[in-house]
């Protein structure tokens, strides 16, 4: 009769506990940070004939292993999507008609062509100049949208680094809890073991890390090369600040009196996929903005000054100077880690199509020897300056070492196009100063018997003597020729010789300059034809030269020219250029983002394949333990008749 009672009482306690869990794994269906629960049943057998089922132990059904690897394809994806958004935002902005610099480019061209079949036209050179003025503006404002797009990373690296240290302090406080539960107490360990996977995956989605778990579930976990940002006795957060070189955002972990930087160390996270935009895609594309500005700038402003204006002055520059002093300061960055002490350098562009759109870091190993480094490819030059002195790059600048006490571990960086986009201005605000004339005429005798043809063939430096005067060669000249294969070149004002015996041959074009003696007045002028003893060529100032288009036409042809990255781009196919790498870059981001999403989307159902709820199973375990229940009640009725009959007997 105890038996029966026994095994009634035990299976109907065992078959309510059965119903309890199962109806909360059916609560927790739809939350994804639970852990489906699993009781175990014991039989009790104190007797011949048994004594029921006892309850076992609840269960938490969790594979380590499932949720390692959930935990990692959290953290690729978050990384892989943090990247493909950021330089999604930023192609999205540079493929937009509004900032297209190509489209300013091909704009500007065709007012100075049809400047051209005007020189002289006012209104013609003020639309020229405003187009221009629109194309530094179009600089200005892709400059001003990459710094924001800047500002906006590093403002979500912050929120970012927030949401860290929270998450950091919320598995911090399970890990206390954790450390206090009783060994009876499953359910509100599980429970607490359930939050801490969620806040684990959760910190996945920010940074890469690694972790382990004690004994009691309480988890340590470390970044990079086992820097701890989680210990069972305290917490190290992160901070955020600029890099050493103050070119990008470091993320450091913060140990009071020190902090440890760890941005090369993360591969995973939005943070690390927001650190390599920020690092490889934005810092690079505004590089390359800033060097074609540098090109467009020195480009023309070198052409207007070969030029002669309306006014009959040589030309000036268009744009702003590429190598003003405010500009040549501000491309050499200290390393904060530096010694204390005042110096001066500042760097000075020598070769626009020569640049690069690397970065470079300069740094010395005593008081005079340095080393440059391409940060690039990490092409290397070394030497040894005097101060002042200069640091000569194959890349088209030089490091002027202006003064200052150098020592070992002194660092710069050096960024040769760092903002030049940002700085583009136009300094020209007059038309008329439009140099669209050459400054040099030519002309010929009216007695000359000859069929001799001169041309001006360029104009290559306005700095010599020869320019010195305004508006006026000093001095003008005369090529007299002295028999039909020989002349003399001869002071128009004075009629000094200042070189004689020359040859000429009319099969071929003579180039006039530079002569045999080295004479180089900064222009060059060709003869070609059949000449006669006796025939004068004149050279002179351009001095009636306002139909004059012969620079402009030069002006024109600097917009077609291949006249960046060593010869081989154009203005527009450079700008295209710098398009597709960051199109390239995004569609291999966004490549990733789709494998991150298949890897992420089956390690989760890996992990809910084990640990997940199945309401269909549920649903029949819920029949099933709700038919033993009612049969346990069965077994109590049947007990309790069977005692009513015997105490029945008893009494007769």
């Not at 700085?423 to 005429?441: F, G, H, I, Q």
């Not at 070189?499 to 003579?510: F, S």
């Not at 999403?597 to 269909?616: P, Y």
């Amino acid at each position: 009769m105890g038996s029966m009672l026994d095994i009634g009482i035990s299976s109907l306690m065992a078959s309510k506990a059965a119903l309890t869990v199962t109806n909360q794994n059916v609560a927790n269906a739809n939350n994804p940070a639970y852990s489906r629960r699993q009781i175990n049943f014991v039989e009790l057998s104190f007797s011949e004939f048994g004594n029921g089922v006892g309850i076992g132990e609840v269960n938490r059904i969790a594979e380590q292993f499932a949720n390692d690897a959930l935990i990692s394809t959290n953290s690729h994806f978050a990384k892989a999507d943090s990247l493909y958004q950021s330089a999604f935002s930023l192609e999205s902005y540079l493929d937009s008609d509004s900032v297209s610099l190509t489209k300013a480019f091909n704009s500007a061209l065709t007012d100075l062509n049809s400047l051209n079949g005007d020189p002289a036209s006012i209104p013609g050179r003020n639309l020229y100049l405003s187009q221009l003025n629109t194309t530094a503006g179009r600089f200005n404002a892709a400059n001003s949208e990459m710094n924001r797009i800047e500002e906006h990373t590093k403002f979500t690296m912050q929120a970012d680094i927030v949401a860290v240290n929270n998450t950091l302090d919320a598995i911090d406080e399970i890990n206390q809890k954790l450390k206090t539960v009783n060994s009876g107490a499953q359910s509100e360990a599980y429970a607490l073991f359930d939050e801490r996977d969620k806040q684990l995956n959760t910190l996945s989605e920010h940074l890469n890390m690694d972790y382990q778990l004690d004994e009691k579930g309480v988890v340590s976990i470390q970044v990079g090369s086992g820097t701890p940002l989680l210990t069972s006795l305290n917490v190290n957060y992160l901070v955020a600040g600029p890099s050493n070189d103050g070119t990008y955002t470091e993320i450091y972990v913060n140990f009071g009196t020190t902090q440890v930087p760890i941005t090369d160390s993360l591969t995973g996270g939005d943070l690390a996929g927001m650190s390599e935009f920020q690092q490889q895609i934005l810092h690079d594309a505004k590089n390359q903005i800033g060097r074609l500005a540098l090109v467009f700038a020195d480009n023309l402003n070198q052409q207007n000054q070969l030029g002669m204006d309306l006014n009959g002055d040589l030309g000036g520059r268009i744009l702003n100077d590429i190598n003003a002093a405010s500009l040549a300061g501000s491309r050499v960055i200290p390393n904060s880690l530096n010694p204390a002490g005042a110096v001066d350098l500042d760097v000075s562009i020598t070769d626009t199509n020569a640049l690069t759109t690397s970065d470079y870091e300069l740094s010395f190993t005593s008081a005079t020897d340095y080393a440059l480094v391409r940060k690039s490819d990490q092409q290397s030059q070394s030497g040894t300056t005097t101060i002042p002195g200069t640091i000569v790059s194959a890349d088209g600048f030089t490091i002027n070492v202006n003064a200052g006490t150098f020592s070992a571990n002194h660092k710069y960086t050096i960024s040769p196009t760092f903002n030049a986009a940002s700085t583009l201005t136009m300094e020209m605000t007059d038309s008329r100063k439009l140099a669209l004339a050459s400054p040099v005429a030519v002309g010929q005798a009216v007695g000359n018997t000859g069929d001799g043809k001169i041309e001006v063939v360029g104009i290559t430096d306005v700095s010599t003597a020869d320019f010195a005067t305004p508006k006026q060669l000093s001095p003008p000249l005369r090529i007299e020729f002295t028999s039909d294969t020989t002349y003399s070149i001869v002071n128009a004002t004075t009629s000094a010789v200042i070189e004689a015996g020359l040859t000429y041959d009319p099969a071929v074009t003579n180039a006039v300059f530079p002569t045999a003696a080295a004479y180089d007045p900064g222009y060059r002028v060709s003869l070609q034809g059949s000449v006669k003893s006796g025939d004068v060529y004149t050279v002179d100032y351009n001095v009636s030269g306002t139909s004059d288009n012969r620079n402009g036409l030069l002006l024109a042809e600097k917009f077609n020219q291949r006249n960046s990255e060593n010869s081989t781009l154009t203005f527009g196919e450079s700008y295209l250029h710098t398009m597709n790498n960051v199109s390239s870059k995004t569609y291999i981001a966004k490549l990733n983002v789709d494998t991150q999403q298949i890897l992420k989307e089956q390690t989760e159902a890996r992990r809910d394949q084990i640990s997940g709820v199945s309401l269909e199973e549920e649903m029949m375990n819920i029949t099933k333990f709700e038919q033993s229940y009612m049969a346990s009640a069965q077994i109590l009725d049947v007990a309790k008749d069977v005692f009513d009959t015997v105490l029945s007997i008893l009494r007769r």
